[in-house]
């Protein structure tokens, strides 16, 4: 077989950043064909990409963008499996982009944020670093009345965008900061899904059966614990981060006449 241009070798090397043995035994196969050689190795990446769809990311970071008038905002989550491939310059390249995608599209949920071209990018991504790749939350927000605020907590794994009205900066930041450190998953309790407080029910009765708890008991018992969860999950509820002793709530009413329309929470290390 013909010795392989090592020039060759370096241009395919950089555009696909594939292996050197790879590399050469894809150019061997083309006859020295850069274009069909890098063809090979995109469709090599994807195949070893698929065989890491089961694992897990628990690793990654936040991207996200936001207008200086506070008017919208955007924040794109991607996970991989380790911290190190998430501080490499490929991941960060690949998350600004998908950041730019998000912004293109204006939408909040992965299903509709995905498309060919960015899942094909992202199984390269995969195929090369050796780790499963994957967009895990999206958020889009505009406002024409009021304020979108994000917070990002230093090192870009946790963070939140929220909208709220009338705009103040001061209080945007506070409800984002609260929003990230407290994990509420509503605004309030009327807003948390009857799936969920079903979910958190069964588990309560559960609990309680474990414990040796009377059956005539548990349905008191499960109302208890279900009752803290609707406090510790619903953001008006919930205790305000820098003064436990009052509610989140309680702390906005005292700013102002306010409201919270809209939340996103974001955290890599959370499914």
């Known amino acids: 077989m013909?010795?392989?241009?090592?020039k060759l070798i370096q241009m395919v090397r950089e555009a696909t950043g594939a292996g050197l043995m790879d590399v050469k035994k894809a150019l061997e196969e083309t006859g020295g064909d850069v274009d069909k050689a890098i063809e090979i190795l995109r469709k090599m990446g994807i195949a070893k990409a698929e065989k890491k769809v089961s694992r897990t990311t628990k690793e990654g970071l936040l991207f996200a963008a936001s207008d200086e008038n506070f008017k919208w905002g955007a924040v794109?989550?991607?996970?991989?499996?380790?911290?190190?491939?998430?501080?490499?310059?490929?991941?960060?390249n690949f998350g600004q982009k998908a950041l730019q995608?998000?912004?293109?599209?204006?939408?909040?949920?992965?299903e509709e944020f995905m498309d060919p071209?960015?899942?094909?990018?992202?199984?390269?991504?995969?195929?090369?670093?050796?780790?499963?790749i994957e967009i895990k939350k999206v958020a889009y927000f505009s406002t024409d009345d009021g304020m979108v605020y994000i917070y990002i907590h230093p090192g870009a794994l946790q963070g939140a965008i929220v909208e709220i009205y009338p705009p103040d900066e001061k209080?945007?930041?506070?409800?984002?900061?609260?929003?990230?450190a407290m994990k509420p998953i509503a605004v309030s309790k009327d807003e948390i899904p009857e799936e969920v407080l079903q979910k958190e029910r069964e588990i309560y009765e559960e609990?309680?059966?474990?414990?040796?708890?009377?059956?005539?008991?548990?349905?008191?018992?499960?109302?208890?614990?279900?009752?803290s969860f609707l406090s510790e999950r619903s953001l008006l509820d919930q205790p305000y981060m820098k003064d436990p002793k009052i509610s989140f709530g309680e702390w906005l009413k005292a700013q102002g006449d306010f409201v919270v329309r809209r939340f996103v929470r974001f955290d890599v290390h959370e499914d």
């Open 101 to 110: 995608v998000l912004l293109e599209k204006k939408v909040n949920s992965v």
């Open 171 to 180: 209080v945007a930041r506070e409800t984002a900061m609260q929003i990230t």
């Open 76 to 92: 794109v989550e991607v996970g991989c499996e380790t911290d190190f491939v998430a501080r490499t310059d490929d991941f960060k």
């Open 2 to 6: 013909a010795k392989v241009d090592v």
């Open 117 to 132: 071209a960015l899942e094909e990018e992202m199984m390269l991504l995969s195929g090369k670093v050796g780790e499963k």
């Open 207 to 227: 609990q309680a059966r474990k414990e040796g708890k009377p059956e005539n008991v548990i349905p008191r018992i499960v109302e208890g614990r279900l009752k």
